[in-house]
């Protein structure tokens, strides 16, 4: 009864984050339970190699599944049973009760990933809540003390990013340039989101075209540095620490902890920024744990943190439009 009822509540869910917007969950109704599965066609092979970013989306959309069912009064739990074989996470059931949550469907609607300018980072009680929320799953939440070795290192990672053909060509096939682009309103990363002006846009469209001839001009090193550094845009970068030893399925139980974090900035006021470059490129993200002290593998997640001094626009989903509701 409660998972027929949750069928309605999907493109709620669908507003998860996914790294490139791709969203690869899928579900599948099978009787009495509902699997949480993925397709392959939707996961970054190029950037996201060890399959990392896809597990932590994955997670996410267990945990957005969850509140979503809660607040709407449905009983529903999340039984982890990650098979790579069969390309599930797990499996959503009837549970005795409602999932316990904080958080409610209106702020899994109107969370946003934010790239624009942060008027001010984390207080030190809001990375004390996010760090306790990454802790209750035998995790941790750091911030990185060092800015100009941040920045160095981001640099690194910009240009390692545009050095592989193969990255730039994922990239830019998830890339929503203008508005005339057939899936603009469906998956991957709009110019409105990336908070590109018309001009802006059209440069990247051009220099993404040409790079196959441009490569070797140097056209890497003009891309990273052409992106600029979000850092100058303020907050505080914040790194998601998993327990040592954490596996495939450590990594999904950690998107649901990254949706958690999330949510808590989200109900303080901030926003998260992704900067996962720097742990995809491994060069700095050994430098990252060396500047942390903990085991680079142990890394699993960076964002700027901050107060957004204007909202960020709407991210497309493929399942219920922009804001709400089944297009
Ligand atoms: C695991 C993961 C990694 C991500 N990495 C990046 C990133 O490196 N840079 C970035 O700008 N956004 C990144 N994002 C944010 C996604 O692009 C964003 O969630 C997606 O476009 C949907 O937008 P929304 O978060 O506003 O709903 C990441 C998201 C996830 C879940």
């Known amino acids: 009864m409660d998972l027929a009822a949750f069928r309605a509540l999907e493109p709620l869910c669908w507003r998860a984050p996914s790294a490139h917007n791709t969203q690869p969950w899928r579900l599948d109704h099978r009787g009495g339970e509902v699997r949480v599965g993925w397709d392959p066609a939707y996961a970054l092979p190029a950037s996201d190699p060890s399959g990392r970013d896809l597990r932590l989306s994955l997670g996410a959309f267990v945990e957005t599944c969850l509140i979503v069912a809660a607040d709407a009064g449905l009983r529903i739990r999340f039984v982890a049973d990650h098979r790579v074989d069969d390309r599930r996470v797990g499996w959503l059931r009837p549970g005795p009760h409602r999932y316990d949550t904080p958080f409610d469907a209106a702020q899994v609607l109107t969370r946003r990933t934010h790239r624009g ?50 990255v730039v060509r994922e990239l830019r096939s998830w890339l929503r340039l203008t508005p005339a682009h057939p899936a603009y309103h469906a998956d991957g990363l709009t110019d409105r989101c990336l908070g590109l002006s018309g001009r802006e846009a059209a440069a990247l469209r051009g220099a993404l075209a040409a790079y196959p001839v441009l490569r070797r001009l140097g056209l890497p090193r003009l891309l990273a540095a052409a992106s600029g550094s979000p850092l ?48 995809d490129a491994l060069a700095t993200r050994d430098a990252l744990g060396t500047l942390l002290g903990v085991a680079p593998q142990r890394l699993l997640h960076v964002a700027r943190v901050g107060r957004p001094v204007g909202p960020a626009p709407p991210s497309a989903r493929r399942v219920g439009g922009v804001g709400q509701g089944v297009r």
Do not use: I, K, M
């Not at 980072?121 to 802790?135: F, I, S, T, Y």
């Not at 920045?151 to 240009?159: E, K, Q, S, Y």
């Not at 998260?272 to 470059?277: D, E, F, N, R, V």
């Open 117 to 166: 300018r942060f008027s001010a980072g984390p207080d030190a009680a809001v990375v004390a809540a996010v760090d306790a929320v990454a802790r209750a799953s035998g995790g941790a939440v750091r911030v990185v003390p060092d800015a100009d070795l941040l920045g160095r290192l981001l640099r690194v990672a910009d240009r390692w990013t545009y050095a592989d053909p193969s």
């Open 232 to 279: 100058a845009l303020g907050g505080a970068v914040l790194v998601l620490v998993g327990p040592p030893g954490t596996d495939d399925a450590g990594q999904v139980e950690f998107g649901r902890v990254l949706t958690r974090t999330w949510l808590t900035l989200h109900a303080a006021g901030l926003a998260a920024h992704p900067l996962s470059q720097l742990v």
